[in-house]
């Protein structure tokens, strides 16, 4: 393969990479939610919805789909952390 080639083939797995996985969602403090908050977060897709913390099934569903992987990154744990602090 010459150098244009994977050059080539580096730019499309990256730009494939990118429309398939997305970005990721945020973070959210309130680990049980009420009311409204609820009734909106269940109507949507479990993959689309904020990760939180204590919300194992959830947030592992989120990684497979944006990441490829099972296990946090040590940043997860660092934002959930920040995340059930500052909880609104």
């Known amino acids: 393969m010459t150098p244009a080639k994977i050059f080539l083939a580096l730019g499309l797995a990256l730009f494939l990479t990118s429309v398939v996985f997305g970005k990721e969602p945020s ?3 309130p680990v ?5 908050d609820r009734v ?10 904020p990760y ?21 990154r040590p940043k ?12 609104r």
């Open 52 to 72: 939180r913390p204590f919300h194992f099934y959830g947030n592992t569903v989120r990684r497979i789909h944006y990441r490829g992987q099972v296990l946090p």
């Open 32 to 36: 049980v939610k009420r009311g409204t």
């Open 76 to 87: 997860d744990a660092i934002q959930g952390a920040t995340a059930f602090v500052t909880e």
């Open 27 to 29: 973070w959210t403090g």
């Open 40 to 49: 909106v977060t269940q109507a949507t897709p479990i993959e689309n919805r």
